[in-house]
């Protein structure tokens, strides 16, 4: 198992739990989030999921070895694994209940993408953040649905394009996490929320979510599949090829 799941009355909390890889996801991992959060969402007796990660990391994003496997694949192979990345996403997205993160430490790429999809994210001020696929050739493409419209086509472009890291503070101020806190007040704060978050009702909890996503829905359902089409693509173009290789050999990749 890459992930457990542990319950407090009606707050399930569903942990990372591959910190010797700052929780980086692999196939594994996806198919794991994914069936964690479509029980969960079913289950009548959790009411608030939150979400985060073992060890000194939130999550990494994509593990180096996934990816670098997914270059190899072909071009319909990638579209399915992609598309698997992109179902465990939604997942989360759309989940009924509400789903807090606790962020606890670094929060890169996709692991900012799993941020993204948390109704409410608090951090740690120590954690860090960063979309850094554009480094070794690739692209935010999946997440892009849900980070945009949480930060901004502004902040967005400037982030991706640059791959820069950023404190939990700027997290905060473009809106990608919801409050900022010293490590040693993570716990408490993440309780007080999701305890305040039940006593909102249930039925309305999930009505609120559904109208939000309607507001956008028409957009977003229609660049669900350019995003994995374009994500399938970038995995197996030079540049993937040559920033992961670079990356795993510890040299620069030519561009840079």
Known sequence: MTLHITHNGPIATVTLDRPDVHNAFDAAMIAEIRAAFDALASD?????????????????GGDMRWMQNAVGLTFEENIADAGALADMFEAIWTCPKVVLGRINGAAIGGGAGLAACCDLAIAADTARFGFGEVKIGLAPAVIAQYVVPKIGVSQARALFVSGERFSAERAFEIGLIHGVVPPEELDATVLEIAQRCLTSAPDAITTIKRVVDVVWESERLATQRFVVEMLARVRTGNEAREGIAAFKARRRPPWA
């Not at 009548?44 to 985060?52: A, F, M, S």
Request: contains cysteine.
């Open 44 to 60: 009548e007796h959790v009411r608030v999921i939150v979400l985060t990660g073992s060890g000194e990391s939130f999550c990494a």
